[in-house]
């Protein structure tokens, strides 16, 4: 029997990396910590932004996840530390088995608000996951459509 599945801080190695060219959403992030590993500047128990799912021996679904200061919130009310969600993907063969739902619910579990800028066409699954479009604001959001998830006692920041 397998063991139950669960979301695990991802360890940056090369094992990893690799992992990371079966997502779509391969890019910058993941090339600078390539970088990073080849000039021996990450360690093994360096602190990894990654968080993924694996079934059995492979990564299946993984997301970045950034802790952004208050200092930065231009999102919710009142002002605080938030999340911004980044890259969540399941490999195709393991879509709609509840991977994605996983991340999210793993993120929602910090109690703080949650911030996403969702690919195209994810905007269903986004909304599923009690997500909303923030409130448009030219400056802020720069010809992105952030979408956001507030818990319990916060608010979107009014936009004027």
Known sequence: MMEPMKVERLVINYKTLEEFKRF????????SMLEDLQNNMIENDSVS???GIYYGNALVARMS???VSAKYDHYFDP?????????LEVLPDYRDKGFGKMLVDFAKSHELPIKT???I????FWEKMGFHKA????ERDLGEN???????????????
């Open 79 to 87: 002002p605080q530390d938030y999340l911004e969600l980044w890259k």
């Open 65 to 67: 996840l950034y802790r």
């Open 117 to 119: 800028n969702p690919r």
């Open 146 to 160: 952030p979408l956001i998830w507030t818990p319990e006692g916060v608010q979107e920041k009014n936009v004027s």
């Open 121 to 124: 066409n994810s905007h269903g």
């Open 49 to 51: 932004p990654f968080f």
């Open 135 to 138: 409130k448009y604001e030219m």
């Open 24 to 31: 779509k959403e391969y890019g910058n992030q993941e090339l």
